[in-house]
T-cell receptor
Framework: GEDVEQSLFLSVREGDSSVINCTYTDSSSTYLYWYKQEPGAGLQLLTYIFSNMDMKQDQRLTVLLNKKDKHLSLRIADTQTGDSAIYFCAESSAGNNRKLIWGLGTSLAVNP | DVKVTQSSRYLVKRTGEKVFLECVQDMDHENMFWYRQDPGLGLRLIYFSYDVKMKEKGDIPEGYSVSREKKERFSLILESASTNQTSMYLC???????????FGPGTRLTVL
């Protein structure tokens, strides 16, 4: 079946940029998403990108999509301690009834 | 803003009890989802509903059932709770805009 993979952990210093990476296998993906989950909370939609785009920027967040390599990244500029959370990558395609396929999440630790 | 609410943040039940988890969304979305989240396993889809009284099994439906009598409300039912159903349960509602899912705050269920 289709799959989404992410590295499990990332540690950065406050003020640095963070880059969280994701790879996926579904060549018919239509949208790709980044969600953030703080401890004990639900998932919060951060941003999404349509598959015919290669970049999307929203304030401190930059999403890059390499469709050829099926690689998605999320860059957080000037990372703050409040950015410490688990970040999930997900993709959807018409082929799977538009259900989302989820990565396992990357735990981002921001050190002062 | 989309608002998805869940009936309880924390719930403790005994083995064999019937458990109801309720989810309400206020955006008139047709599609709603129930996931469970466990460490190391990510989000796993239990059931989803694409309209009132319409439901479809997800990846792990065993031991669960659902009810969707009204568009805004989607209930997850554990007919006879077991200790392996101790988990974080997350409800989501899907917007037709970019197929984005919006999540409730989650219910942490402990079955003793």
């Amino acid at each position: 079946g289709e799959d989404v993979e992410q590295s499990l952990f990332l540690s950065v210093r406050e003020g640095d940029s963070s880059v969280i990476n994701c790879t996926y296998t579904d060549s018919s993906s239509t949208y790709l998403y980044w969600y953030k989950q703080e401890p004990g909370a639900g998932l919060q939609l951060l941003t999404y990108i349509f598959s015919n785009m290669d970049m999307k920027q929203d304030q401190r967040l930059t999403v890059l999509l390499n469709k050829k390599d099926k690689h998605l990244s999320l860059r957080i500029a000037d990372t703050q301690t409040g950015d410490s959370a688990i970040y999930f990558c997900a993709e959807s395609s018409a082929g799977n009834n538009r259900k989302l396929i989820w990565g396992l999440g990357t735990s981002l630790a921001v050190n002062p | 803003d989309v608002k998805v609410t869940q009936s309880s943040r924390y719930l403790v039940k005994r083995t064999g009890e019937k458990v109801f988890l309720e989810c309400v969304q206020d955006m008139d979305h047709e599609n709603m989802f129930w996931y469970r989240q466990d460490p190391g396993l990510g989000l796993r889809l239990i059931y989803f509903s694409y309209d009132v009284k319409m439901k479809e099994k997800g990846d792990i439906p065993e031991g669960y059932s659902v009810s969707r009598e009204k568009k805004e409300r989607f209930s997850l039912i554990l007919e006879s709770a077991s200790t392996n159903q101790t988990s974080m349960y997350l409800c989501a509602s899907r917007s037709p805009v970019a197929n984005t899912q919006y999540f409730g705050p989650g219910t942490r269920l402990t079955v003793l």
